[in-house]
């Protein structure tokens, strides 16, 4: 079993950035591979970042924006969001799978922070 628990969200300018995190529970972190999906008008993947931390892939529109990192010895993945738009205005979600599958369906996920950017 794995709980997380994210944080991080909040209000910022278009241009600015902000750095999401979630935290784990459990011993088995290490074993998940780590993604982050938002919820604005649908929810949709933004990248993921597998378990030993060797090999991440973002969504077309965030790479070389968005940058995803992890610290298996404190349970934490992060997500830091630079030149942040409008349009990443979402509810961030953290998600945990031993395998990350095509259909994107994650054995675990966080309850979410809201990340507003104003224009």
């Known amino acids: 079993q794995v709980q997380l628990v994210e944080s991080g969200g909040g209000l910022v300018q278009a241009g600015g950035s902000l750095r999401l995190s979630c935290a784990a529970s459990?011993?088995?972190?290490?074993?998940?591979?780590m993604a982050w999906f938002r919820q604005g008008k649908e929810r949709e993947f933004v990248g993921a970042i597998s378990?030993?931390?060797?090999?991440?892939y973002y969504r077309d529109s965030v790479k070389g924006r968005f940058t995803i990192s992890r610290d298996n010895a404190e349970n934490t993945v992060y997500l830091q969001m630079n030149r942040l738009k409008a349009e990443d205005t979402a509810v961030y979600y953290c998600?945990?799978?031993?395998?990350?599958?095509?259909?994107?369906?994650?054995?675990?996920w966080g309850k979410g922070t809201l990340v507003t950017v104003s224009s």
């Open positions: 998600a945990a799978a031993r395998h990350i599958s095509a259909d994107y369906a994650m054995d675990y």
């Open positions: 459990g011993r088995t972190f290490s074993e998940y591979a």
């Open positions: 378990p030993n931390g060797g090999s991440t």
